[in-house]
């Protein structure tokens, strides 16, 4: 897709954030770091994001109401909806999107949990998949990584140079994601990221590199990290 209209295109935003947080013993989106609960970081991200024009957020069903007043005190025009999620990921982008409504070009799909993503990062993104339209972004892999069998023997060791670690956002097309929600509806659960249920339809998924730093926050050794990073690239300073 040629990409000399993509100040006319529309690209929603579905910023996922219906976990249940047990590895964390607490409810991470709402976790405050420096007078801000942790969505607020990834939900700021977004508003500054120059090929942002709106924002669905989808939480567990007993947080609407907490996320909906979060947005208006922090003053996030973009969010245009916010509603409950789904039995799985899957079913909880799903219903991002319906809430969305028609007149999207683009769908932007992230983890509510992944606070580290800058609005550069968004943009970059999304600019790439206006010309594509389907992109995963994600890291190289440092470590070797072997294939095993189901009794626990190697099969096969991987190039290391072709593998990634995926992350989000993770942005597409319109027509071509509501398509692949259509073909691919009785097996939403069997996918734990959007570009490998687009990658299933058959469409080609391209791979744009996002910062190391982009990481998920899952683990109480996650939220330190993003502390540290937060303060390393002043995150705090920015969003006071």
Not at 206 to 234: H, Q
Request: net charge negative.
């Amino acid at each position: 897709m040629s990409n000399s209209n993509t100040g006319r295109l529309r690209t929603c935003a579905v910023i996922v954030a219906a976990g249940n947080s047990s590895r964390m013993g607490t409810d991470k989106i709402f976790y405050e770091v420096e007078g801000r609960p942790l969505i607020g970081y990834t939900l700021h991200a977004f508003e500054q994001a120059q090929t942002i024009s709106g924002v669905v957020i989808v939480t567990r069903e007993d947080c609407v109401e907490k996320m909906r007043q979060l947005s208006a005190d922090c003053g996030f025009d973009k969010v245009t909806a916010v509603v409950c999620g789904g039995a799985n990921r899957q079913e909880s982008v799903k219903k991002g999107i319906e809430a969305a409504g028609d007149g999207q070009d683009f769908f932007c799909i992230h983890d509510g949990a992944r606070p580290l993503i800058s609005p550069e990062q968004i943009d970059r993104i999304n600019r790439r998949a206006y010309e594509c339209g389907a992109v995963c972004c994600g890291t190289h892999v440092v470590n070797t990584f072997k294939m095993i069998d189901r009794d626990g023997y190697v099969t096969q060791t991987l190039d290391r140079d072709r593998v990634i670690s995926v992350a989000t956002p993770q942005t597409f097309a319109a027509d071509l994601y509501r398509d692949v929600l259509q073909r691919c509806s009785q097996k939403l659960a069997d996918f734990t990221d959007d570009a490998g249920l687009v990658a299933q339809a058959g469409y080609p998924v391209c791979f744009v590199a996002c910062d190391s730093d982009n990481v998920k926050i899952t683990t109480p050794e996650d939220l330190d990290y993003f502390k540290w990073a937060g303060r390393k690239r002043n995150l705090f300073d920015k969003q006071s």
